[in-house]
């Protein structure tokens, strides 16, 4: 069977490095050609200038244009010529009059390109290819050329689609190879050229060609952003459902300056990767000064890392540059695309990407942007007041909305008219951009007009089998050509699905037709299975909530990979007017549809109160109305309740009340700040400032902050603790909100403070317990402290960090991966020269890591802080850059980094041959064979049977509460003079928060016991009929008196041993949405501490259920009846290994994890990027049994075993050497 162009050119770029050519631009003005040269014999009679219509060359000067080609092609040792297109549009061609000129000079460009790359391959033997270039055009659909009215374009999605279609299709009777849409400044521009194509691809006239695609965005400068505001992960995004082969960047910048955003591009595409940067940046003369030298030497370093596949040049590049490219990283290694994306990920994206995994938090669709949503937004469309309207918009964005829906349908309202000049004035407002849009409208026609005008992809709402499966596979194909996430809504030919069956029944023929015959991605694919309203007193609407519950869960089950949302506000229309219960309706029912699955729905964000924050009696009452039960009396008692509350205002003032204000006024603000009280901060700053006449901002800098100046000596000095100086800092921030809105409406500037910091879980990581404490200890000594969250990109730390003139960059990490991104912003921050001190912290970081492998990449500005309590020494001592302190650390680490240099040498690394001839080898007898194999799924693990099995000791430590020997540990630390009494307060509030927690988290497990039987170093398990391999490591250094190097798979017999080997992975659901709301409401202490407890919860979950493993479902030791300090000792038969974990420290393990019991799916934990669990209190491992098992350090491997362990899992042993980066045995500085 022939190998088509597209599986040829994968297979060679899998192999090796591949080249394009340069500017051809720079090679015409080389030139120096006159008007006469570019009319040539054709056109001396044409109305209008034609010199520098380069395009034009290939028809009058083609005998240039093809030596040009040749050039690179010989000279330059390109792979692939681009043809002279850029400009060859009608649209961009109209400035020389030559519309009606698109095929001929389309179809000469890519003659005179093909003749070369034919001549040029007969002549050397090596196959040459064409690029067919559609460039940009000179018009953007995205952005408006009229200032006074940003709604306005000059020109339209479907022209341009016109466009890009004449032109590729000429370059296709021409006989390019490839069709390349570059130098993308404005993502939909791009969108309809890729549109025309996949059309002309699939026209009968093309559709036996085999075409391989290329896409190529621009960043305009160093923000990152295309000029229509994307980032570049939000462009890649954008584009991906046209399954690109290769992906890339290309001008505006030159190699140095695109380092950075072709590794984040990278990181988010599955696809090949290309760059083609221009010499350096434009000089004041407009041209380029990097020498082909100076090119090939920065991309020599980058290309190393194995970023990309194919490297060229752009403006300034001429053949010179690209053979000094091609000599300089023709040996690099090929970038190897992502095999291993996570396939439970919905991206969506505006200016900036939004990624939904299958257990993301609650997405929240506003719904104030649909005029049957907002009476408010209705009356301003209908009033032709779209800019008052986009006000609506941001207030949504400000409110919380992740999303927006955008709804037009109304008799009234012209809706493709009105959804596309909304949309068109949206693009023009960045804080609403840059979040996803949805698009809303039972008007197919009104759809398309909106997704014409969005360059990001949206979610279109919605389509459905009403009409039947021929209208609904239409609709869902056009969709799908848009790029955009599509909502199904649970209707078939026989009407709305009212019960739970008929709504399983229509998701589950949506899905296979959708997924079968449309050739949807599943996680493309978002079902509302219709959310209708209860509490009308019909007994036939009764069961409407509970349905759409049981099918979420139905849905998140039984159809892989895809997305459940709804309308929150139909739920409780029946007491429209009554907003204190329809709201509390909306936040019991989330309360329990999240917990099953449900992914997003349209809601009204600001709107939504916290669980605690309902009446006790109005929650039952919702309670009972959701669940239906007490029938028809409920909606009686609801209605009751509405009247009861109706005007009531607040509560008297007791006793207590009246004890706290008979103190003095400044006396109570600082009573209230120090011991954490925040019970009467608001009154207490409102009552200071009416009577004293502060002005805000001095109430601020004065009596609040003494405060706070207080609790930060306090805790400096060992006589405050973290809980307490969280506590304070809740009540700093209530007292802040409420006087900031009077400080900007006097416009005056913030307070003065000693320095920004700013702080980042670093990209592929969430977790954030340990930055979030040191963001509060900051901010109660007076820093200004923004924090970027989790997940955070490079980029957008070092942006953040440069337009918020921060003094300080903290990044933090809790996952091995995590250090190499690190390492990643350390070298970015030293190649952009910057100065600003980069702090170091997280639970895998060490001094001797960050001496090691992230100081010399950043030297004398980079510092490991090991906990909060060390973070404003650091901080105070680099904003005053205490030149000693920097001095003593520069020692420091050099002692460091010489130190283990020296321990390198003087360990002996054993070779591997001989650690597997003296591996450790089991006496006992083999376990017996699992009562219960296979894969088991505990969708509703109940948390209250492992609350004793808590271990309070690393508890304690994240709250920085340690005790003196003899009472360091719990719990002895309740003995302690110093801690104690703090750490009994803490103990109680944890009880207290724990006793919520039981009634608001969700804990899930899935576990697999399989066959399985060791070889060689690596175990081997079989599930459902195939053979799949757990790479495994082994001891190369001597750990004891024995002379045995110790491996996992040691541990598992030989086939003919009929033994066995398990997998878990569990979770705790809930508490990351519960932390967030406290945070949101300022409140860091109960956030904290719910963070805190939910990872002690899941470590509790996974030491009940290895209990439940060895006494019943396993069965290996029925007869264990051990103490709660005995498991957490760990005296029982058998292990738990972790991925990531001193003896399996490759966190790749966790892929084989998740293919074999389908965690994501099943359970909705997914691995982000860097093999971070999400959500963040998870645990997963192995199960081994053998009574001879026992927990070990695999400690620094050598090069053999990096090489063979990289042989065995056919990958680079560069991949392995980032994976195992902590524990290899070698360094550039030991050869």
Known sequence: MEVGLTETLRAELSRRMMFMDGGMGTMIQKLELKEEDFRGDQFTEHPCPLIGNNDLLSITQPHL????????LLEGGADFISTNTFNSTSIAMADYQMENMIYQLNMASAKVAVEAAQEVTRETGKVRYVIGVLGPTNKTLSLSPSVENPAFRNIKFDEVVVAYTEQAAALLDGGVDILMVETIFDTLNAKAGLFAVSELLESEKYKHLDVPIFVSGTVVDLSGRTLSGQTVEAMVTSLTHFKPLCMGLNCALGANEM???????????????????????????????????????????????????????????????????????????????????????????????????????????????????????????????????????????????????????????????????????????????????????????????????????????????????????????????????????????????????????????????????????????????????????????????????????????????????????????????????????????????????LDMGIVHAG??????????????????????????????????????????????????????????????????????????????????????????????????????????????????????????????????????????????????????????????????????????????????????????????????????????????????PSLREMVNIATEMNSRGMTTPLLIGGATTSRKHTAVKIWPAYPDLCIYVPDASRAVNVVTSLVNKDQKYIGDVRKLYEKVQLDHVKTLQRKNITPLTECRNKKFRCTLPTPPPPNQPGVQVFNDYDLNDVVDLIDWKPFFDVWQLRGRYPNRSYPKIFEDKTVGPEAKKLFADAHEMLAELMTSLKGRAVIGLFPAHSQGDDVVIQHEGKNLTCHMLRQQIKSGKEDVYIGTADFIGPPEANDHMGMFCCSVYGSVAMATKFEDSGDDYNSLLVKSLADRLVEAMAEHLHLKIRREIWGYDKSENLETSDLLSVKYQGTRPAPGYPSLPDHALKHVLWDVLNVSNSIGTHLTDSLAMEPPPSVCGLYIAHPDSFYFNLGLVGRDQVKNYAQRQEITVEEVEISLDSVLGYGPSIQ
């Open 65 to 72: 244009i093809k030596q040009i080609h040749k050039d690179y």
């Open 259 to 597: 380092r950075q955003f072709i590794r984040e591009l990278g990181e988010f595409c599955d696809t090949f990767v290309s760059c083609y940067p221009n010499a350096g940046l434009p000089n004041a003369f407009g041209g380029y000064d990097d020498t082909p030298e100076q090119m090939a030497e920065i991309l020599e370093e980058w290309s190393a890392s194995g970023l990309v596949n194919i490297l060229g040049g752009c403006c300034g590049t001429t053949p010179q540059h690209i053979r000094a490219i091609v000599d300089a990283t023709k040996d690099a290694p090929p970038r190897k695309p992502h095999s291993k994306l996570d396939t439970f990920k919905l991206t969506l994206s505006g200016l900036e990407p939004m990624l939904v995994f299958q257990e993301s938090n609650f997405i929240n669709i506003g719904e104030r942007c649909n005029v049957a949503g907002s009476s408010v937004f209705k009356k301003l469309i209908m009033a032709d007041k779209f800019s008052d309207a986009l006000e609506v918009a941001k207030k949504q964005i400000a409110e919380g909305a992740q999303v927006l829906d955008l709804n037009f349908d109304d008799g009234m309202i012209d809706g493709e008219k009105a959804m596309a000049h909304f949309v068109n004035l949206i693009t023009c407002e960045p804080d609403v951009s840059r979040v996803p849009l949805c698009i809303d409208s039972s008007d197919f026609k009104v759809i398309e007009a909106g997704l014409k005008c969005t360059q990001g992809k949206c979610i279109v709402n919605s389509i459905s089998l009403k009409e039947g499966t021929e209208d609904f596979l239409a609709k869902a194909a056009i969709v799908k050509r848009y790029g955009a996430a599509v909502v199904v809504m649970a209707f078939d030919e026989q009407g709305q699905a009212d019960n739970f069956k008929r709504k399983i029944e229509i998701c589950k023929r949506s899905y296979d037709l959708l997924v079968n015959e449309a050739g949807y991605n599943p996680t493309d694919i978002i079902f509302d299975p219709n959310l209708l309203t209860i509490g009308t007193g019909l007994s036939e609407h009764a069961e409407y909530g509970r349905d759409f519950i049981r099918a979420t869960e139905w849905i998140k089950k039984n159809l892989r990979g895809a997305h459940v949302s709804g309308g929150l506000s139909n739920l409780s229309f029946a007491f429209r007017g009554n907003r204190v219960i329809r709201e509390a309706m909306h936040s019991v029912f989330l309360s329990y549809a999240t917990q099953v699955g």
């Open 607 to 816: 709107n939504l109160p916290l669980l605690k924050d309902i009446d006790p009696l109005l929650k039952q009452l919702c309670d009972d109305l959701i669940w239906n039960r007490n029938g028809e009396e409920v909606t009686e008692q609801l209605l009751l309740y509405a009247e009861k509350v109706k005007g009531k205002g607040g509560k008297k003032a007791n006793a207590s009340d009246d004890d706290w204000f008979k103190k003095p006024l400044k006396a109570r603000l600082n009573d209230a700040i120090v011991n954490g009280i925040d019970k009467y901060i608001v009154a207490d700053v409102k009552e200071f400032k009416e009577t004293t006449l502060t002005p805000p901002l001095q109430i601020i800098e004065g009596p609040l902050l003494d405060a706070m100046g207080v609790v930060g000596d306090l805790f400096g000095s060992g006589k405050m603790f973290l809980p307490q100086v969280i506590k304070s800092a809740r009540v700093m921030k209530k007292a802040v909100a409420y006087l900031t809105p009077f400080i900007e409406a006097s416009k005056v500037e913030g307070q003065n403070n000693k320095g920004t910091v700013i702080l980042a879980t670093v990209k592929g990581d969430v977790h954030d317990i340990g930055k979030n404490i040191v963001g509060v200890v900051l901010g109660c000594n007076n820093y200004r402290v923004i924090d970027l969250g989790v997940m955070c990109p490079l980029e957008k730390i070092l942006s953040t960090a440069d337009k918020e003139q921060a003094d300080i960059i903290g990044v933090s990490g809790l996952i091995t």
